[in-house]
């Protein structure tokens, strides 16, 4: 990660913490257990992603900072309830045990629906920083992420993934899993910082093609680094997808065919994001970082 | 329940399977296990607390459908939630199985995360209508509903309940418990009904006095029929609480204390909503139903 990632990385943790530290009637276990998970170690990808598009089209960063805030929310409760034993039942995400395992099952339950819950909060709240956002953008921007992380896109992708563990299935569906449980909330992530920055329609599916490119990289790159990764560099066992017969993109097309399709994506996704008339410059770079994972 | 209540379920049922059919792209089994849930025969109160109270200020009733039927989708997410083996383990609801006894714990954990994003979604789309939100009016529902239902309310609540079963407590703890857990979002449906029909402060503040007394007086009912209901009519065991040592009411107060106090708080609600300058005739009709489920 380069300096910028350091510093909007940073940023946004502090965005966090400013959440976090004005909601002070959140009972004190499951705000441990809520800030546990959001303060993890997380690359912070989503929230980049929303903050570079933004500038992309020329808007303010600091404007895209809740929402950026948010989709970091959104993402740990997809992780601590993806974690669960009734779901991938693992214990270890990021080298420290998962959040049922150091909380408790029905706290991890709970921490799960509380980020969900305050992500739409934040959006919906009055900007605290001054840069405000106009309600209609605010109530366009909330719209658009239910509907990228409800029962359609995340919430449906890992319905289709549970109901598919143990069972061979083909290209064609793990597109399927994929487009909803990780790509539906990168590329509502590219797009609300669009919405933001006040993106006109045709910029608007400019960053749906960056988004929907580096959302399709990020899962093959995943799924390649489970074959080839370590267990102590991944904060996970390694091959835990093959333990599982999970579908992957190596184990239906091959490790090197795996590699390519995510370089193109990562081409196709640097080609658009050249096209954009602001300074898509951490576009770029988010799109290389992504593809360089895998090495 | 008289016609006026079983005429504004059934909008409120036709609503909901509106926002179900225009969602064609969520999985079989999560649309069936959402639907199972949302169609279990929930009295529809929140909702209908919503349509009264838009009604008590001079608001438009077809306004408020979206944002009642919402309410419903969360209140199902709950009671979903709720039941799961890690929180109340429950394998009964309305004298039907549980959500997860019916599709397996992982899709009854994604029913319900996808009832309560979908809920969020449904409030922030264009109204269907005809019957037009504003943006500023929208996004403040949205916000003020996210509060109440998200840590520092309803899930808050749930939680402070789960860390004290099997612990005895006092009046003090279980009103904080109450307050959070079924309180905040009573209120919220009804001020949310207010904000629809353009309520100022004045009768904002009436409405939450309202909300919060047939919300309190609910709750006390509800536990006065696990101590003197029966099975069949309950849909669940009655005498549950007591199996599970859990503070209830008539636990703390004793029943005669505890119908009293119930009556006490649905008196202050009907004194309340007739203060009110619109047509409040259902509000009142509504705290009287609560408050003649005891007997």
New interface residues.
């Given amino acids: 990660m380069n300096s910028l990632f350091k510093e909007i990385g940073s940023e946004v943790d502090a965005e966090l913490h400013r959440i976090f530290k004005a ?1 002070s ?3 004190k ?3 441990e257990s ?1 800030a546990y998970s959001t303060f993890a170690g997380g690359k912070r990808l989503r929230p980049m992603l929303v903050i570079a598009s933004a500038e992309s089209v020329g808007g303010d960063r600091k404007s895209a900072y809740p929402t950026a805030a948010a989709f970091e929310l959104i993402h740990t ?1 997809t992780l601590i ?1 993806d974690d ?1 034993p ?2 991938d039942d693992d214990e270890l995400r990021r080298g420290m045990p998962t959040n049922h395992k150091k909380f ?4 991890a ?2 921490a ?7 992500a ?2 934040v959006i ?2 009055p900007q605290p920083n001054g840069h405000h956002i ?3 953008t ?2 366009k921007l ?2 658009r992420i ?2 990228a ?4 896109g995340t ?2 992708g ?3 993934d ?2 598919c563990e143990d069972s061979s299935g083909d290209i064609k569906k793990l597109e399927y899993i994929h487009t909803r449980k990780t790509g539906a909330m990168i590329t509502a992530a590219v797009e609300a910082g669009g919405i933001i920055g006040g993106a006109g329609d045709e910029e608007l599916s400019l960053l749906n093609i960056y988004g929907q490119s580096v959302g399709h990289a990020f899962q093959i790159v995943d799924d390649i680094l489970d074959v080839t990764g370590n267990t102590e560099k991944l904060g996970k066992p390694a091959g835990s997808d093959e333990d599982r017969k999970k579908m992957t993109y190596p184990s239906l097309l091959g490790l090197e065919k795996s590699k390519k399709l995510a370089d193109e994506m990562v081409d196709r996704a640097v080609e658009t994001a050249l096209k954009l008339k602001g300074d898509s410059k951490i576009l770029v770079t988010i799109a290389k970082f992504i593809g360089e994972r895998k090495h």
């Fill in positions: 909601r009637d959140i009972p276990k499951l705000l809520m409760y309830h669960l009734a779901m408790g099952e029905a706290t339950i709970l799960g629906d509380g980020l969900l819950t305050l739409f909060e919906s709240e106009k309600p209609e605010q109530i909330l719209n239910a509907k992380v409800g029962a359609e919430v449906g890992q319905e289709v549970m109901e």
